[in-house]
């Protein structure tokens, strides 16, 4: 279908261009990747980054720890990688085990560093309007519409996300795009009360299937960006097979948006590379 976006060919062709510039490289951009305990989603989060920088030519660090670390282990490893020369960006593969702070764990990241775009410094200058580095998530859904020339100004735009989520950076970037954002969460008592009246649904809530087809209008432009397990299964959020019908842009059933975040990860690297030159 027509309708359906084309993830792949944005992402090849962002890496396409990551791969020009490292041949100009003489030293490798690299990336830390810390990840804790044995999560499924997290687990294949960080595969998909390591297949990714070996695709690209970034030089991949994995730090894997059991999830009874003590959390000044992963901070002091933090601060060791803060200060190392030859690590260009340094991510935690999320979601964390709840017995550790996650604010905590992501703010030891130095911002120029931070190649997800997730201390409070970084989303501070990104609320503010200032030039930053954005959460991977957000800029990747940018990426999309600018791809597909989606006008944002005037949209109205739900986003469904719980109170952790990284995508909530982006409702900053859309209203200065222009877009008036209504926000829900899993407390919010009808969250089809507010899709039905959206020119753009965006899920990041990870609850598999939740945004189903007689949710939204047609004509709906709807972004993916949920991911569950179920028996071994993965899913997203939307409700793929009762919403494609009616969407007028659609991310795909299996990948949503995955491919294209990572891509925004091994960019914002290539990006903290250039800027210690």
Known sequence: MDNIIDITKISSGIEDEIKKSIKGCIIRPSIALIEIGDNKISKMYSNTI???SNRVGIYFRHYEYEDNVPELTIINKIKELNNDEYVNGIVVSLPLPERYNEKRILNTIVNSKDINGVTDINIGRLISGRKTIATCISSGIMNIFEHY???LDGK???VVCDKKSSIRSLVSILINSGATVTICTQN???IKKYTLESDIVISSINIKGIITGDMIKEGTIVIDAGIS???DKIYGDIDYDTVVEKAKLITPKVDGV?????SM???NTLLCYNSKK
């Open 50 to 52: 390591e297949d990714a």
């Open 156 to 158: 109205e735009v739900t």
């Open 149 to 151: 020339g989606v006008e």
């Open 258 to 262: 995955n491919t294209i975040i990572i």
């Open 229 to 231: 397990i179920d028996k």
């Open 265 to 267: 990860l091994l960019s």
């Open 188 to 190: 919010t008592k009808d």
